[in-house]
């Protein structure tokens, strides 16, 4: 069994594919403890031209969680109601295009049969979501267009697709202990919290620090950079419920605007958690702890030139009330753009126990900036970011093989994680880790809207199964 030790806030950047060497089980240690990736266990596959139970293409995974209580044993292997969130539907920002895509959640029953490994996936129906009015969201951009409910300014375009509607680029999903759910979103960096039918019952909204903003206006579209705040398209991308039920995670996928090296795409490594307090109201004012944590820094083309790009975060799973898994990844495979290898597609262990805590400083009410040097990013010398130390490096050709799979036909977007039982008595301390891509509704018969949307590829949603070995078991989760 191989082993690595934990790794230090800003490691050398990875400016060559990160591929793994070797098969078999590594073990990594972070703050004493440690954490062991026994490797890929499960695939499966939904094809791209699946139509939802609202008659569209089926979006893939933008953020998953298994149901609660539903996760079982059976003869020869597993089964659950698995729910998926897509996000804003089939879009192109560089040609203005976006549908009135209504917001969602998919359901689904899943197998799993670690025996072969095979992972089948069917969809059973989901859970349109409603504002506080009553109406569905919409996809479409909101531009400079705001609404008012409940006090509270929300996005929404003025005219056009989607007019009148709340816009949502739906991120991340966390379901609650009643059966209700979160949902972060993109344009707002906000966390919508839904009852159990999917109405709209209260909102988290970010601090001054991460609000998107511009003339000192708030600026949730997306097709114009704020001047302060959270990236374009680089919102409320990660988050993440502790066991207990107590303490709420929201990661933003890069660093905010004031945080970022000035023109370089590098630079975006210091990126925001932001830790609620949720056990006396689902939706509070204000965080109880706000971090900086470290994303790695990449060479996108593998040729060990310079660093020229982060590797965002696309999801967490909270291990209890101060760790959690991170999947951090490059923007190379099916689906993507450019011909670029994969470089860079890890999950990683964050501990936040030693990292300063920016809660109520002039970093949160306002935009102060937590780098030493603009052009850089090195932090202020009195801030410490959180731990880290990679663990499951998904870039591993042994391991894709015995599954039919190799690194090449990797997707570019793995978004979205849960974490389960292995429900063995003898291993309490094993876990399996889901992990699936947003495949972005690249579809060749591509339909929304009651309009053609189609690609030029298919690009189906696929899961991945890792399992683990923890250093003790996980609390029953509430």
Same mark, same amino acid.
């Given at each position: 069994?191989?082993?690595?030790?934990?790794?230090?806030?800003?490691?050398?950047?990875?400016?060559?594919?990160?591929?793994?060497?070797?098969?078999?089980?590594?073990?990594?240690?972070? =703050? *004493?403890?440690?954490?062991?990736?026994?490797?890929?266990?499960?695939?499966?596959?939904?094809?791209?031209?699946?139509?939802?139970?609202?008659?569209?293409?089926? *979006?893939?995974?933008?953020?998953?969680?298994?149901?609660?209580?539903?996760?079982?044993?059976?003869?020869?292997?597993?089964?659950?109601?698995?729910?998926?969130?897509?996000?804003?539907?089939?879009?192109?920002?560089?040609?203005?295009?976006?549908?009135?895509?209504?917001? =969602?959640?998919?359901?689904?029953?899943?197998?799993?049969?670690?025996?072969?490994?095979?992972?089948?996936?069917?969809?059973?129906?989901?859970?349109?979501?409603?504002?506080?009015?009553?109406?569905?969201?919409?996809?479409?951009?909101?531009?400079?267009?705001?609404?008012?409910?409940?006090?509270?300014?929300?996005?929404?375009?003025?005219?056009?697709?989607?007019?009148?509607?709340?816009?949502?680029?739906?991120?991340?999903?966390?379901?609650?202990?009643?059966?209700?759910?979160?949902?972060?979103?993109?344009?707002?960096?906000?966390?919508?919290?839904?009852?159990?039918? *999917?109405?709209?019952?209260?909102?988290?909204?970010?601090?001054?620090?991460?609000?998107?903003?511009?003339?000192?206006?708030?600026?949730?579209?997306?097709?114009?950079?704020?001047?302060?705040?959270?990236?374009?398209?680089?919102?409320?991308?990660?988050?993440?419920?502790?066991? #207990?039920?107590?303490?709420?995670?929201?990661?933003?996928?890069?660093?905010?605007?004031?945080?970022?090296?000035?023109?370089?795409?590098?630079?975006?490594?210091?990126? =925001?958690?932001?830790?609620?307090?949720?056990?006396?109201?689902?939706?509070?004012?204000?965080?109880?702890?706000?971090?900086?944590?470290?994303?790695?820094?990449?060479?996108?083309?593998?040729?060990?030139?310079?660093?020229?790009?982060?590797?965002?975060?696309?999801?967490?799973?909270?291990?209890?009330?101060?760790?959690?898994?991170?999947?951090?990844?490059?923007?190379?495979?099916?689906?993507?753009?450019?011909?670029?290898?994969?470089?860079?597609?890890?999950?990683?262990?964050?501990?936040?126990?030693?990292?300063?805590?920016?809660?109520?400083?002039?970093?949160?009410?306002?935009?102060?900036?937590?780098?030493? #040097?603009?052009?850089?990013?090195?932090?202020?010398?009195?801030?410490?970011?959180?731990?880290?130390?990679?663990?499951?490096?998904?870039?591993?050709?042994?391991?894709?093989?015995?599954?039919?799979?190799?690194?090449?036909?990797?997707?570019?977007?793995?978004?979205?994680?849960?974490?389960?039982?292995?429900?063995?008595?003898?291993?309490?301390?094993?876990?399996?880790?889901?992990?699936?891509?947003?495949?972005?509704?690249?579809?060749?018969?591509?339909?929304?809207?009651?309009?053609?949307?189609?690609?030029?590829?298919?690009? #189906?949603? =696929?899961?991945?199964?890792?399992?683990?070995?923890?250093?003790?078991?996980?609390?029953?989760?509430?």
């Amino acid at each position: 069994m191989a082993f690595f030790p934990g790794a230090a806030a800003g490691e050398e950047p990875v400016t060559r594919p990160q591929i793994e060497q070797g098969d078999g089980a590594r073990s990594v240690s972070l =703050r *004493g403890q440690t954490y062991i990736d026994l490797g890929l266990a499960g695939t499966g596959t939904l094809a791209a031209g699946t139509i939802d139970f609202l008659g569209d293409t089926l *979006g893939s995974f933008s953020s998953l969680k298994i149901a609660p209580g539903s996760w079982k044993r059976t003869g020869d292997g597993y089964e659950a109601i698995l729910w998926t969130l897509p996000d804003r539907g089939r879009n192109d920002p560089d040609a203005n295009l976006f549908f009135d895509y209504r917001g =969602r959640l998919h359901r689904f029953r899943i197998q799993f049969t670690p025996a072969d490994g095979r992972v089948t996936v069917v969809p059973d129906g989901g859970i349109e979501l409603r504002d506080f009015r009553g109406r569905p969201f919409t996809g479409a951009d909101p531009g400079t267009g705001t609404l008012i409910q409940r006090g509270m300014t929300l996005p929404a375009p003025a005219s056009g697709i989607g007019h009148g509607k709340v816009s949502l680029d739906a991120e991340s999903l966390q379901f609650t202990r009643d059966g209700g759910f979160y949902i972060g979103d993109e344009y707002t960096a906000n966390v919508y919290y839904f009852d159990r039918g *999917g109405h709209l019952r209260g909102v988290i909204r970010p601090p001054a620090a991460v609000t998107p903003r511009r003339a000192g206006a708030p600026h949730f579209g997306s097709l114009q950079p704020p001047e302060t705040g959270r990236r374009n398209n680089q919102g409320a991308e990660g988050m993440a419920l502790s066991p #207990d039920g107590r303490t709420l995670f929201v990661m933003m996928q890069s660093a905010l605007v004031q945080d970022s090296a000035t023109g370089n795409a590098a630079g975006r490594i210091n990126t =925001r958690v932001l830790v609620y307090d949720v056990s006396g109201t689902p939706t509070p004012e204000r965080p109880s702890a706000h971090h900086i944590v470290q994303l790695p820094a990449y060479r996108d083309d593998g040729t060990g030139g310079k660093a020229n790009r982060t590797a965002a975060q696309s999801e967490i799973v909270a291990l209890n009330e101060r760790s959690f898994l991170m999947l951090a990844r490059d923007s190379a495979g099916e689906g993507a753009s450019s011909k670029n290898p994969a470089v860079y597609k890890s999950i990683l262990l964050v501990d936040l126990a030693g990292a300063s805590n920016l809660a109520g400083t002039e970093y949160e009410t306002g935009t102060t900036s937590v780098l030493a #040097d603009p052009a850089g990013t090195a932090l202020r010398p009195d801030l410490r970011p959180a731990e880290k130390a990679a663990l499951v490096n998904m870039l591993d050709p042994a391991q894709l093989a015995r599954l039919g799979l190799s690194v090449g036909r990797l997707s570019e977007k793995w978004e979205a994680m849960d974490l389960v039982s292995a429900l063995e008595a003898d291993r309490p301390d094993e876990y399996f880790l889901i992990v699936g891509n947003d495949n972005d509704f690249t579809a060749r018969n591509c339909v929304m809207s009651g309009q053609a949307c189609g690609s030029a590829m298919d690009v #189906d949603s =696929r899961l991945l199964i890792y399992r683990l070995r923890l250093p003790a078991p996980l609390p029953a989760r509430r």
